[in-house]
């Protein structure tokens, strides 16, 4: 399979890698535009009209002189109501095989109960994707991002499973999201441009005024937006990516390659450009997060749907936001994350020759799960039988590495401090050769609990799938001295970005106790190791890579000049300290218990 | 050039086409209502003529003889889902309930009633147009149902009838707040928890008016709350927030009775934690794991959050506990909002402590899923 190679400056027409499926059809596209002033029409508008018309007489010579595959009449849609059905997945994050999970009673309103054997997993999402869009006329099925990290398939094979899998399903386009580039820009490139049969789309991403030499690969394999002709209905789709959780894209001279523009100034651009191209509806598949979402929609009268992603939340029934300017009702939806819930909307729209109108919609989320899917695609399972069994062999992820005598949980029960996250503070900060006071890690580098569906009374065999499920990331272990007052910015910043968060720390730690005011969104009442925090004075701490650098806004930690990559892989810390433990929890000599050392005041 | 030339790839248009392409819906009812003059929202079945036909590829009338499927988005259908078309044309009535805002009835060729006919579907769908115009239930309309863990509007998106009411914040939360709809007698099912998983925006304060709301409709534990909210506060002056209802702590005989009273403010007087309430005893045990207690017959409550040093104990005499009422499955628990509302009597353990603002309904603390928001 080849790469996607265009001229510099123009977007491919009917861009590169061989797709898997026929349908759809019709892709056009525009320039990927430098940035513009807000509003229109911008210096570039005169090259994009001449692209978007060369585009429209190409379309036109085709449908009159090449042979099409049992080509039949596309109807004359306008003044008729027709259908659309938008399949959506979101934030995968490499949950392609099912896994152990105990649904909250959240879950449980939307369908997931408790009681299954196991959850998610791409074959039963194929089933279910392919079976809905055998029930459905004109369908898309759209990713909002994240498809990469999560589960130990990830860290072996890069990403190659979920590009494989996800193009096995049908999947027409994905946005790019920022766990694409977990294993960097160039991996992205090369899994994409060998693998994928969808689009990848990124409409708010500059990749020309980048000289990293990545940045190229990047716009050879993804588009701004495409447009999508499904039996005569023109939907024009734009990808919205991330930048809230890419703390390097913001950067003035980013390594990502990457300049950002801004997404209303993205979004209008490429939508007048579907536009003229004759689209219908605009559609935005976005990995910007629910608020940048909904503004979106309240704000930019152009767009018709928004398909989100990001947050993890699955929200039935989906919102429905009235845009400012039309009054125009505006669909967006969420269908949660790590393979649970396959969305579908439906929507009726009213075609005019001025376009397309959503008049009504109807929404279903499908739980995932073996108790609501009894039989995965065998294409997808075919597929993953590769991968599987080379992960069986090389890791044995069968293997017992401890025992949980009752779930270990990665939030706190009130919102503080957690079992696993106190263990994994602990264990970084007391591995031999790292030795500090203190430790910090983000609560969000712990994704999942282990042994979930431990009931009273039973044991739960630790085994070293569970492990990387549960810290999927390959981060390391740094260290780096603070003084006492950066100590008390850094637990002032996880105060702050907690209280934004339902109060549920952002955090977790060693060596370190003190009281969280989401209210006045500051630590109080700190004592390292007992004694109160000295603002005069230094400690050393131990803590990730990735906060390190400045990750989910721990900027107080990347301008810090003494840091030490230690290179210890913290999934190895724990994974030694589960070993040298192996039951857990230990109570009596509070081991991953806990003990309030972060006490939330609300 | 090379734009026509990549352009010019062979295509695969579709493969076969299945008729009827197109549904065509007439309204026969007249008075169907505007967004200027929405219909009366209404629980009760309401009949919509219609007309349906089938046009085939090219707009002309198809024979069609078979099924259309049939649903209203959004609100209830009261009939059958599929209706049976002959020679390319249905017209009859159609019933439905609980619409609100502009509402439309979807027929949809999804193959027939009897599936065994094997009849390949081709999903064309004709919604009705003009859509019947409905105004948007009131907190009471929406949440009045006999079944005390639904409402009105179970499953939809709902909006919420505010700016011609006078809707009040009457608690905040830490993730969420609490409203009434002034308008409306105290009891009468007119209030509601707004789940905002953060603390609410800084506007948003005791007695402030709410003028817009609209959020994803949902039952969590058994109380209604809208999540996800869009909502706009008003720069109305503050109006002090409705008195308690005061309740009967023997009022067991018919608790659905209390669900007019969910998420309202209530007091409950003279009464005491029950003798039994130690050891193995159920409630006790229900108070360790999730913090609730026991109070007269069939109340509980929790103060877990905003007074969580206060400890209660058997044979304790309580003149007055007041706060939210808050419906957890089957159980009635009260949500002290500060120290103040829970009254000990003498000799008793003080009832006081740091202020700190109450969990939402149904949170026995952090019980709704800590949710898993920007990642790492």
Redesign the interface.
């Given at each position: 399979m080849g790469t996607w190679a265009?001229?510099r400056n123009?977007r491919?027409?009917?861009p590169g890698p061989a797709r898997t499926r026929?349908?759809p059809?019709?892709?056009?596209a525009g320039p990927r535009t430098a940035r513009y002033p807000r509003g229109f029409p911008s210096p570039g508008s005169l090259v994009r009209t001449i692209?978007a018309a060369?585009?429209l007489?190409?379309?036109t010579?085709?449908a009159q002189?090449?042979?099409?595959?049992?080509?039949?009449?596309?109807?004359?849609l306008a003044?008729?109501?027709?259908?659309l059905t938008i399949l959506h997945t979101s934030d995968i994050h490499s949950r392609l095989l099912p896994y152990q999970f105990d649904p909250?009673?959240?879950?449980n309103?939307l369908g997931l109960a408790d009681g299954a054997t196991d959850y998610g997993g791409i074959s039963r999402m194929a089933a279910v994707i392919k079976r809905e869009r055998a029930?459905?006329?004109?369908s898309l099925h759209l990713d909002s991002g994240?498809c990469f990290q999560g589960a130990i398939i990830f860290n072996e094979f890069q990403g190659e499973a979920e590009v494989r899998t996800l193009s096995a399903t049908g999947l027409d386009a994905a946005v790019i999201a920022?766990?694409e580039f977990d294993a960097g820009a160039h991996n992205l490139y090369a899994q994409m441009s060998s693998h994928a049969g969808y689009d990848l789309l990124a409409a708010n991403y500059d990749f020309e005024s980048s000289e990293e030499p990545w940045s190229n690969e990047l716009e050879r394999i993804s588009l701004p937006s495409k447009l999508y002709e499904l039996?005569g209905l023109r939907v024009g789709v734009i990808g919205l990516a991330n930048l809230?959780?890419l703390n390097s894209i913001s950067d003035e001279d980013n390594s990502m390659g990457i300049t950002v523009i801004p997404a209303e100034q993205a979004i209008r651009q490429e939508a007048w450009i579907l536009k003229a191209q004759g689209a219908d509806l605009i559609v935005a598949v976005s990995h910007m997060?629910?608020d940048d979402d909904?503004e979106h929609a309240r704000d930019i009268p152009e767009l018709d749907l928004i398909i989100g992603g990001?947050?993890?939340?699955a929200?039935?029934?989906?919102?429905?936001?009235t845009n400012e300017e039309t009054g125009k009702r505006i669909p967006v939806v969420h269908s949660g994350?790590f393979a649970k819930f396959v969305g579908r909307l439906d929507v009726?729209v009213?075609v005019s020759e001025d376009g397309g109108e959503i008049?009504?919609?109807?929404y279903e989320l499908f739980p995932i799960s073996s108790s609501t899917v009894s039989q995965g695609d065998s294409e997808i399972e075919d597929i993953l039988e590769e991968y599987v069994d080379v992960l069986d062999q090389t890791y044995r992820l069968d293997q017992v590495i401890g025992v949980a005598t009752e779930k270990l949980t990665r939030?706190?029960?009130?919102?503080g401090d957690s079992m696993l996250g106190n263990f994994t503070a602990e264990a970084m900060r007391s591995y031999p050769g790292v030795e500090t006071e203190i430790a910090v890690t983000?609560t969000?580098?712990i994704?999942s609990d282990i042994g979930a569906n431990l009931e009273e009374g039973e044991t739960w065999d630790i085994t070293l799938d569970d492990l990387f499920n549960s810290m999927p990331?390959d981060n390391t272990v740094t260290t780096m001295f603070l003084s006492g007052r950066e100590v008390q910015e850094l637990l002032d910043y996880v105060s702050e970005r907690s209280?934004?968060?339902?109060?549920?720390s952002q955090a977790q730690v060693s060596g370190i106790r003190f009281t969280m005011n989401?209210?006045d969104k500051l630590a109080e009442e700190i004592f390292i190791n007992g004694v109160p925090l000295n603002l005069d004075g230094t400690y050393e701490l131990a803590t990730n890579n990735?906060?390190a650098h400045g990750?989910?806004g721990f900027s107080m930690l990347e301008r810090n000049t003494t840091q030490f990559d230690t290179g210890i892989s913290i999934r190895d810390v724990v994974r030694a300290a589960i070993t040298d433990q192996y039951y857990l929890p230990d109570p009596d000599n509070n081991v991953a218990v806990e003990d309030g050392r972060i006490q939330p005041?609300? | 050039m090379l734009l026509t030339l990549l352009a010019c790839a062979p295509q695969k248009i579709a493969t076969e086409r299945v008729e009827p392409t197109f549904v065509y819906v007439t309204v026969l009812t007249e008075d169907l209502g505007s967004a200027e003059s929405p219909l009366a929202f209404t629980t009760d079945v309401v009949p919509l003529r219609v007309r349906v036909e089938t046009l085939d590829v090219d707009g002309d009338p198809y024979p069609f003889t078979g099924d259309l499927s049939v649903k209203v988005r959004p609100g209830i259908l009261e009939q059958e889902k599929w209706i049976s078309l002959s020679e390319g044309v249905f017209e009859g009535d159609i019933e439905l309930r609980n619409g609100f805002g502009p509402t439309r009835l979807w027929f949809s060729d999804e193959g027939d009633k009897d599936s065994s006919t094997g009849r390949q579907p081709s999903f064309a769908t004709g919604v009705t147009d003009p859509p019947l115009y409905y105004a948007l239930p009131t907190l009471a309309e929406m949440n009045e149902i006999e079944d005390v863990e639904s409402n009105q509007l179970a499953g939809e998106f709902a909006e919420i009838r505010a700016l011609d009411r006078d809707v009040r914040v009457s608690a905040v939360g830490v993730n969420g707040y609490w409203i009434t709809d002034m308008a409306d007698e105290p009891g009468s099912y007119n209030n509601l928890f707004v789940y905002t998983f953060s603390k609410p925006s800084d506007e948003t304060l005791v007695g402030s008016r709410v003028t817009l709301l609209t959020g994803s409709n949902q039952e969590y534990l058994g109380s209604t709350q809208l999540s996800f909210p869009t909502y706009v506060i008003g720069d109305d002056e503050l109006v002090t927030p409705p008195e308690p209802v005061l309740i009967s702590a023997s009022n067991c005989a018919d608790l659905a009775s209390l669900e007019g009273l969910e998420s309202a403010i209530v007091r409950i007087e003279d009464v005491t934690v029950p003798a039994g309430f130690s050891g193995t005893d159920e409630d006790y045990l229900d108070y360790v794991d999730y913090g609730q207690w026991p109070i007269g017959d069939c109340f509980y409550v929790d103060n877990n959050v905003t007074i969580p040093d206060f400890v209660p104990t058997a044979g304790l005499e309580i003149p007055y506990v007041q706060g939210i009422l808050n419906q957890v499955f089957d159980k009635w628990i009260l949500l002290p909002r500060d120290p103040d509302d829970l009254s000990v009597a003498a000799g008793g353990p003080p009832a006081s402590s740091g202020p700190r603002m109450p969990d939402p309904p149904g949170e026995f603390p952090h019980s709704h899923a800590p949710g898993e928001p920007c990642l790492p």
């Open positions: 265009e001229p123009s491919p027409v009917n026929g349908w059809v019709g892709a056009i692209a060369s585009a007489l190409a379309l010579a085709c002189f090449i042979p099409t595959e049992k080509q039949v009449e596309v109807p004359a003044g008729q109501d027709v259908r909250s009673f959240t879950d309103g029930e459905a006329g004109r994240d920022n766990h039996d809230s959780s997060g629910l909904i990001h947050h993890h939340v929200i039935d029934p989906p919102l429905v936001v994350a009726v009213r008049l009504s919609h109807s939030y706190g029960s009130l919102g983000n969000l580098g994704r990331f209280s934004e968060r339902g109060c549920n989401c209210r990735y906060i990750g989910s005041v609300f | -």
